[in-house]
Every structure is written in structure tokens, then in C-alpha cells.
Nanobody, 120 residues
Framework: QVQLVESGGGLVQAGASLRLSCAAS??????MGWFRQAPGEEREFVAS????????YYADPVKGRFTISRDNAKNTIYLQIDSLKPEDTGVYYC???????????????WGQGTQVTVSS
């Protein structure tokens, strides 16, 4: 049974940093990604990464501030978030699948999410 468990969210001030983690169990995935959903908004793509870690994609609003990485030995991916802004507030979800894509429908498994709240 596949499980994705996110951690690392919290309440922080603008300008701070956070590192989110997503630990996978029950399978290994060639493609993994992060999405986020703000209150009243649709879930949106944040970043994705391939198996080797050398192929990564980012949504334009987060380029230069977010870094996705993975540790295959731990079956875990990370999202380093720097220079947090209030508009980064939302629930951050981890996703896993076989194709690196920015489309949520392209992923087969999802975590429960971790809340990130950025105060101004």
C-alpha cells in the first residue's frame, strides 16, 4: 500500500525559510512533485523531479525561491522554500507517479498535505 507523508509545514513570517519533506512507502516513483492549494483556490503545480534528481521543473511564481530535491535511499523528496511570501500560504501536497508533469491528473498517489502559513 502506497503512502506519502508530508511534514515540515508551519506558521512563519514573510522572508523566512521552510523545508518540507515527503516520505514515500510501498513503492518507488520515477516522478514526484509538489502542489499547493490556497483557501478558495484550485490546487496548483509547484515543482516536480525525476528519478535521478537532475530533471526538475518549477512553476514560474516559485522559480529562484523553491528547490526540489530527492533522496532515493530514504525514498523521500524535499521542498526547500526560501524568502517566503504571504501568497505562498496554503496546503502543500506531495504527489507520485511515473511521468514528470505539471498536471495534477498525471500523478497516481497523493499525500494528505502539510499547512504552510506565512504572515506579513
Amino acid at each position: 500500500q502506497v503512502q506519502l507523508v508530508e511534514s515540515g509545514g508551519g506558521l512563519v513570517q514573510a522572508g523566512a525559510s521552510l523545508r518540507l519533506s515527503c516520505a514515500a512507502s510501498g513503492g518507488s516513483f520515477s516522478a514526484m512533485g509538489w502542489f499547493r492549494q490556497a483557501p478558495g483556490e484550485e490546487r496548483e503545480f509547484v515543482a516536480s523531479i525525476g528519478w535521478s534528481g537532475t530533471t526538475t521543473y518549477y512553476a514560474d511564481p516559485v522559480k529562484g525561491r523553491f528547490t526540489i530535491s530527492r533522496d532515493n535511499a530514504k525514498n523521500t523528496i524535499y521542498l526547500q522554500i526560501d524568502s517566503l511570501k504571504p501568497e505562498d500560504t496554503g496546503v502543500y501536497y506531495c504527489a507520485a507517479g511515473t511521468i514528470i508533469t505539471a498536471q495534477a491528473t498525471g500523478y497516481d498517489y497523493w499525500g494528505q498535505g502539510t499547512q504552510v502559513t506565512v504572515s506579513s
